[in-house]
């Protein structure tokens, strides 16, 4: 066994078997596929690493717990079970179910931004949370630090926010325009980079004094809450759930899709303590998602979200073996030459793609091009974070170019990791090779909807 990674704290009881297709097949499958790994079939994929949000393993507690599951219309003993465990871990008062993180996002962003809009300050974005904030009709607004751009920067904390640089944005727009802040938790964009306590405390501290909410995504916030522990003074001998407890303190809501951190493959919701929201969000979740006793959830769903929470929030070894599985992958690409992104993040390893295509312009695609190249290689599927995730390719971009390769939680094991590195480095030297001789030549986009276009668009070879 690999001493940088430790062993799984648990044991599996059941498998799914896994097919590495020939390689002239992957080439069909990926030309049919527009070169987007969005739009491969499952069954041409060998490694998945596309996504961790629904792909991870439930315990053998979460379908025991399935069991129970009170599939009643209203007033479910599920919902009430999962509220009961969201007060618990989170603190919040009040809590309203939805299908998934999205659907989280969707209510908050029409419970919190009003006819007029607003900007919507974030420490960089999402693309689905950007999306809703601008349906609404907000503008969004950039107040990440300058590390949180920069892949080789190794500062801790990159998911800060840039506390002078949101209080620019209050006097200029004035709180009054400002319906929310934004601030996710293991910041998926810059590489699923944490923030530290100390920013939140700050940051907390200058909406609560101009009276704006602070809106949590706390998708990955165990991992982020991991890391405070690893890496900030004063945290090491915590338990994990009084680090989440006391992130959550410092909030006003949240938005959380459980599709990560709470191992199942469907479930969110949104909670505050705010009596307000928590009225809108309810009226909004029975026109979009169902009533606020289910929102979108099936009750056995609800039962295996609070048996998940249970499990990511207490058991610290869940968490550990997960990251360090992450770290593991990061240092091994790193040792043999590949550009990865610093530090290693929280659900991912994040690849350079500028780096790998140095004469490739991002007109081009590279990122796109990587992820191609790689399921190519060895059938892994990964999946592109730059241009084409940008909202409509439209400035402000920040300009990172990323291939993220995301490990879903409790699935796959070292002998699947290693094989993982092998085919990135391979990829990366057949890459480099061929740029001695011009290299690729990059992709066109052929096809793109409205909006989300990373999920749909259409690509083919230059």
């Known amino acids: ?21 020939p390689r002239e097949e992957r080439e069909k499958a990926i030309a049919e596929a527009g070169y987007n790994t969005f739009l491969l079939r499952s069954r041409h994929v060998y490694i998945d690493l596309l996504t961790d949000s629904g792909t ?22 599920s919902f009430y079970r999962l509220e009961e465990a969201v007060r618990k871990y989170f603190g919040y008062k009040h809590m309203v179910p939805a299908h998934q ?5 969707h209510i908050m962003a029409k419970a919190l931004i009003g006819p007029a809009g607003g900007f919507i300050p974030n420490n960089m974005y999402f693309t689905t949370s950007r999306a809703h904030q601008e349906f609404a009709g907000g503008t969004w607004v950039d107040v990440s630090i300058d590390a949180a751009k920069d892949p080789a920067s190794d500062f801790p904390f990159k998911g800060n926010i840039d506390v002078e640089a949101l209080d620019k944005v209050i006097e200029k727009r004035q709180a009054d325009n400002i319906p929310f802040v934004r601030i996710e938790a293991s910041l998926n964009m810059a590489g699923g980079q944490p923030f530290s306590m100390g920013n939140l405390s700050l940051v907390s501290r200058l909406c609560r004094r ?42 006003d809501g949240c938005t959380m899709s459980s599709k990560k951190d709470h191992f199942v493959n469907i479930g969110g919701f949104m909670a505050t303590n705010n009596e307000t929201v928590f009225a809108k969000a309810k009226e909004l979740v029975v026109i979009y998602e169902g009533l606020h006793t289910y929102g979108g959830m099936a009750g056995r769903d609800m039962e295996a979200v609070a048996q998940g929470m249970r499990e990511s929030c207490e058991n610290e070894d869940l968490v550990k073996h997960y990251l360090s599985q992450i770290e593991y992958l990061h240092d091994e690409l790193k040792s043999r030459g590949v550009p990865v992104a610093e530090p290693p993040g929280a659900h991912a390893v994040f690849l350079d793609a500028k780096k790998f295509y140095p004469h490739l312009p991002q007109s081009a695609f590279p990122a796109q091009m990587l992820a191609a190249d ?14 084409v995730s940008g909202q409509h390719g439209e400035e402000p971009y920040d300009g990172l170019e990323l291939v993220r390769v995301t490990i879903p939680r409790r699935v796959y094991e070292l002998a699947h990791l290693k094989y993982v590195a092998d085919t990135i480095i391979s990829a990366y030297r057949r890459v480099a090779a061929e740029s001695a001789y011009g290299g690729a030549r990059g992709l066109k986009m052929v096809y793109q909807p409205p909006s989300l276009r990373f999920f749909q668009a259409r690509f083919e070879r230059l």
């Not at 066994?1 to 297709?21: A, C, G, H, Q, V």
């Not at 993180?101 to 996002?105: D, P, Q, S, V």
């Open 1 to 21: 066994m690999d001493s940088r990674i430790l062993p799984p704290p648990y044991k599996n009881k059941t498998i799914e078997f896994i097919n590495l297709i």
């Open 56 to 77: 991870g393993a439930m315990s053998d507690r979460q379908r025991s717990a399935m069991e129970l599951g009170d599939e009643a219309y209203a007033g479910s003993e």
């Open 101 to 105: 993180g999205r659907g989280a996002e």
């Open 210 to 251: 101009n009276g704006i909410f602070l809106l949590l995504d706390a998708t990955r916030i165990v991992e982020n809450a991991y890391f405070i522990k690893e890496r900030e003074p004063g945290y090491a001998d915590k338990p994990i759930a009084q680090v989440i407890r006391e992130i959550c303190d410092f909030t």
């Open 374 to 387: 790689i399921y190519l290689e060895g059938g892994v599927r990964t999946m592109e974070r730059g241009i």
